[in-house]
């Protein structure tokens, strides 16, 4: 297992345990999908866009969000 995912999985169990909110600031959307709730996105400091992980990620309504979405390399799905 990375040392990310270990350090993932441990502050998922102790945001459970404790009920506690964690603020990540990261590049990595994957991380942001597979973790947050919800998310915010900057562009030049600025905040373009904000709202829930799944929302913002399936339906971006800043052309920033969107051209951020495009690049995400996608899995070929299976069949």
Known sequence: MSVQATIIELLRRLQAERQLSL???THNLAL??????SV?????GRVVESGPVARVFERPEDPYTARLMEDVPK???AG
């Open 75 to 77: 899995l070929p799905r």
């Open 23 to 25: 603020l990540f600031i």
């Open 40 to 44: 915010v996105v900057l562009s030049k």
């Open 32 to 37: 942001v999908r597979s973790i947050a709730q």
